[in-house]
C-alpha cells in the first residue's frame, strides 16, 4: 500500500504520515486466508452449538458473558 502524510493539524506541528507497506507475499496471504477460514468454522461452531438453545433469556446473556472471559479465570492445578 501507498504512504501518505497529512497537512500540519489546526494549532500544532503534528503531521500525521504513514510509511509505504510492502504488503504481504502470496505465503502471508494463504496463511491469513487459512487463519480466517478456520475463525469463521469454529466461531459457526460455537454459536450454532445446541447448548444454547438449552438457555433462555437473561442465561444466554450470563453463558455467552462467562465464555467471552473463560480466558481470564486462572489455571487450574
Known amino acids: 500500500m501507498p504512504g501518505w502524510e497529512?497537512?500540519?493539524?489546526?494549532?500544532?506541528?503534528?503531521?500525521?504520515?504513514?510509511?509505504?507497506?510492502?504488503g504481504f507475499s502470496d505465503e502471508q496471504a494463504q496463511r491469513i486466508a487459512d487463519y480466517r477460514a478456520r475463525l469463521l468454522e469454529l466461531s459457526t461452531t460455537v454459536s450454532t452449538h445446541r447448548y444454547w438453545r438449552s438457555l433462555i433469556g437473561p442465561d444466554v446473556v450470563k453463558a455467552r458473558t462467562a465464555l467471552k472471559h473463560v480466558?481470564?479465570?486462572?489455571?487450574?492445578?
Open 71 to 77: 480466558h481470564e479465570a486462572p489455571a487450574e492445578v
Open 6 to 22: 497529512t497537512d500540519k493539524q489546526l494549532h500544532s506541528t503534528y503531521v500525521s504520515a504513514k510509511t509505504e507497506s510492502p
